[in-house]
Nanobody, 132 residues
Framework: EVQLQASGGGLVQAGGSLRLSCSAS????????IGWFRQAPGKEREGVSC????????HYLDSVLGRFTMSRDSAKNTVYLQMNSLKPEDTAVYYC?????????????????????????WGQGTLVTVSS
């Protein structure tokens, strides 16, 4: 059984930092592109960042570029999202997702468009709340 376990969310003041983790089991981790998505109340889910299985490159939503950093630890089957200089508009439920077709995750992240395809696997979400 494939599982993605997201953790690390919480309440933080504006300007603060959090690190999210997404641990995967039951899948060939390095063959999957992993992405972070977020959904705020009343808004559509948007791609935040991803790390490609094909070349290891990371991609970011423009609004988080320079503030968020995604990394991958293949030995632990875990990806991380270090979030610095958090803003109230970063408040959302953050989900990690995995797919073995990189474009499915890269495209919504780099184009800031709504995800319109099914992805292979999703984690359960972790809530990030940034107070002003």
């Amino acid at each position: 059984e494939v599982q993605l376990q997201a953790s690390g969310g919480g309440l933080v003041q504006a300007g603060g930092s959090l690190r999210l983790s997404c641990s995967a089991s039951g899948l060939p981790f390095d063959e999957y592109t992993i992405g972070w998505f977020r959904q705020a109340p009343g808004k559509e889910r948007e791609g935040v960042s991803c790390i490609s299985s094909s070349d290891g490159r990371t991609h970011y939503l423009d609004s988080v570029l320079g503030r968020f950093t995604m990394s991958r630890d293949s030995a632990k089957n875990t990806v991380y999202l270090q979030m610095n200089s958090l803003k109230p508009e970063d408040t959302a439920v953050y989900y990690c997702a995995a797919d073995n077709e990189p474009w499915k995750i890269i495209h919504p992240v780099v184009t800031a468009t709504t995800l319109r395809v099914e992805l292979d696997y999703w984690g359960q979400g972790t809530l990030v709340t940034v107070s002003s």
